[in-house]
């Protein structure tokens, strides 16, 4: 963790590592050159050393009886036992990123691998979007959320896809070269997947209810 007063601040997000499919050692660094506080699950830890992570705190419930000191040096890392079954592992490192006063988070390694479990955290990013802003990054994709408001910058081309969970009314859009005009998005109805930015520009997004996930996609 950076000493820089504006990471000290909780300025910049906190950077949250799961479990799920690892990213590459690029996109790993990309997220550690600010030197945001990060929590890492404790199913993660063991990969700390080989992705030249050192960790503020690492936390979960241990229930794979593993000793999380033999990866992590005890003196800067906080170990958190945190044996609620009630929430997932995830839930309960937002949980204590909010406690600390963090607006924001990245959040790595959650998907991939078991799609019940990526399932699952997409199903608590939505109940945790009021309280924390939460950013979904992979290798090909940064996903979140989206504000029934929203306004972005995107140069020409930029591939965007609008996902509801499960739905959105009154969805409107401009910027796009797929434009929505109170439109009515449905998980296995409609959705406004691979779109795109239309030009250099500003994006705008408004839904009445439901809620959007926004897809930023590399090809």
Known sequence: M?????VQDFQEPALLIADGEKCSQKL???L???GPFVLMLDGAVRFSSA????????LGDFDDHFDAKKFVNPEHTKIIEAPNQNKTDLEKGLDYLISLGIHSVNIIWANGQRTDHVLNN???YIKYK?????AIIDDYCKSYFLPNEFK?????GSKISLIPAWQAKQVCTSG?????DDAHLELGQKTSSSNESAKDGFVQISFSEGNILLIECQD
């Open 152 to 156: 972005k910058y995107y140069p020409k």
């Open 130 to 134: 009021k309280d924390i802003q939460i």
């Open 2 to 6: 950076s000493s820089n007063h504006r």
């Open 28 to 30: 790993v660094d990309e």
């Open 176 to 180: 796009l070269k797929y434009d929505l």
């Open 32 to 34: 550690l050159a600010w």
């Open 51 to 58: 992705y030249k992570i050192f960790p503020d705190a690492v």
């Open 122 to 124: 997409y199903s608590s």
